[in-house]
């Protein structure tokens, strides 16, 4: 099987662990079963994350599919850390919606892993929260995408009136011809006069031929050379692949599932999904009832004879709520304003430990083997002091080996790097300045092979 | 009025805001009321601890007052930070329980403040939650004091039937003479009978001739000489002043105090006195009913729809409870092993922002014009870059200037210390070595005046 993993954009739905740069399917909640490997480079913890999760799924149930991650940049590295070098990452220039983001991938796959055009690709979200047959169902999809023309959806069976999904109903007209009705989210009453007719959920997963959406995307945006679409992506119209291609189309048959799923978008349906109360140094007494703590920070948290909340700790903040209420952080979240706090990056993560007027205060973790880009900062010093590891620097051209207890200082327009030997390194990294942005950074061509 | 406040232990039941080095007393959670200045050498928040509330409302009600602190040396820094070097400050060498404590407070008082012996003095803890008219009972005592000899104590009028506190009765005895009944602390039934048969609350707040006091230390203790019993402190007996002089005593008389009177030792009583609902980065939504939040963090914290909670973040740690259970805390934060992440300072504070096993990171804070003891390490090498502020380091006898951006090494063994200019000085500190603690300190003399 082929299949591209559409894997969203960052959310403050579950802040404080999701932020800026990390989205939710990289928030690691969900305990790995005993005897699966951890998969990826990051420091084993014994929790996966939802990203993780479907990849180790499809890796059971299939373990030769052809897995392609369609995404922002912003996440590459995260996907690298949590799934290893392996995975086939596209990457979207910039945000289009989902079918210049489908039509991208589709001609990545074809273009530059050279897929032949006569195969079948299915396409999903990368953080739905499902039992294994799920990617059962996508296998059935496939072989059935191979041997038609068009499109097969994912029809899932409906296991309450929900207003937040699509519906979708197959009929017949009145000359004997199958066809179905998409119907917009509903409320509860129309959902469930939907259910009683048959209608299923659509679950946002497609297959088709690759030749089925390289035709779409020559008719509908000019061309379909991967190389092309990349360079004129920013150009392309927004527009959801079910408006421009779904709804429209005639040849079009369904796969039901009828198993676990859920969307574990907001902290009460991600919490259901947790195995445990509590993720991290966390205390709880006896006295407290569907408490679900996590605590991402290095100090301890104390929770006491609390009943339906949430609470959450990273280095971005710390959240304490009601369950129900636990859907209407967005706006609260959007008035926050403040740096970056965590990263996953390419080389290992950084974490701001203080932020000061003219100074910010980063401990730096480099990965085994990993390096940093060549770089430097205009209105900004730099000093490193490594706590732990060993490695090398280079600055300006001249490099160094370092250990715990050495100090490197980069003025501001200074080339910089550092590349950590084979038990990584990490440092502590003082920004002096009094203009400090993440986005004062010019890169270099590393200095040597 | 001459005063004696006894600043008592660490305590964890205000856990994370206190700690083993911040009592409770130093938090900073009253909002000051508007137009009277800041105490201290503390940065102006806007909110005032409990030992600064107490201090301001003696000085308003007499401005001429004496003021004396008993504590124990951890608190000295605290003390001066909060209330500024005007106040004396008598240092118990240990802990020995009250009577010892009022006893060499008494001698500091006559010895080395040279307070005549036929002057009066009042003792009271330094964290009663009460109104302004509680320190003209004060002086009250105090003149009550001076005109008789023995003891003048303080009768609260209890406004419940509290099992937490002792009681006392006046009585008569056969031949008409009064006298007093202690009680100690009852059940809330027998607590409701003391109420009606007109017992009030021991306060635990005594005024006396200093020569009153000075008699029974020499008789219970061989002396009376401040330097003396500074020497032999840590032989002395633990008893409480209640044990060993108030109970035995026949020359008692009370001043009653009908006013509001609260201790602030549990998270319950210290969050009914809190003016508003929050100090810190703090959002609620409106579905939040009585919680309250303290956020000592420099991360922002949001709080959706609880009830009857209180949620509480210090460096330390992260506190989320129901009111009510706030009182059971205690067990669980012993069970909590770890460095101290901060502590005030003579010369400003610290804070821990990261612990490794062989690293530790701190953000060092000076006051202007301030200096840290000069000391060394055995176990540790240290490296300081500074932030903001200037000042100048002395390394082994060899003193420089510094400002931002500037790095001092400091390997194992060498001497050390750093000297604030006028605006302070802020730096960070690592710490490098795999026994890392904060007894391994050995302090020398100050190389130069």
Redesign the interface.
Known sequence: MHIILLSGGSGKRL??LSNDTRSKQFIKIFRRPEGSPPLGKDEDTGYESMVQRVYRQIRSVDPDATVMIATAKSQVSSIHNQLGDGVSVSVEPCRRDTFPAIAIATAYLHDVIKVPADEAVVVCPVDPYVEDSYFQCLQEMCRKAEKQDGLVLMGIQPTYPSEKYGYILAREDSEGHSFFEFKEKPDAETAKKYIEEGCLWNGGVFAYKLSYVLEKSRELMGTNSYYQLYGNYSKLKKISFDYAVVENEKKLSIVKYNGEWKDLGTWNTLTEAMEGSYVGDV?M?D?CENVH?I?E???????????N?V?S?S????????M???S??KP??D??K?QI?FAEKSWGRYLV???????M?V?VILNPGHKMNYHSHERR?E?W?V??GSGHTIVDGMEQPVK??D?V?MAAGCKHTVIAGDKGL?M?E?Q?GSDISVSDKKKYEFPYK
């Not at 920070?297 to 009943?307: A, E, I, R, Y």
């Open positions: 802040w404080p205390r007494n006295k703590a605590n920070m290095s100090v301890p948290m104390l929770v006491m004879g609390c009943k909340i609470v700790a280095p971005e903040g710390i959240l304490v709520s009601d129900d209420q636990s209407y952080i609260y979240v008035d926050i403040q706090r430990l203080d932020v000061e007027k003219k100074s205060t401990k010093d000093i002091t706590i732990s715990p207890g100090v200082t990490q502590i003082v002096l």
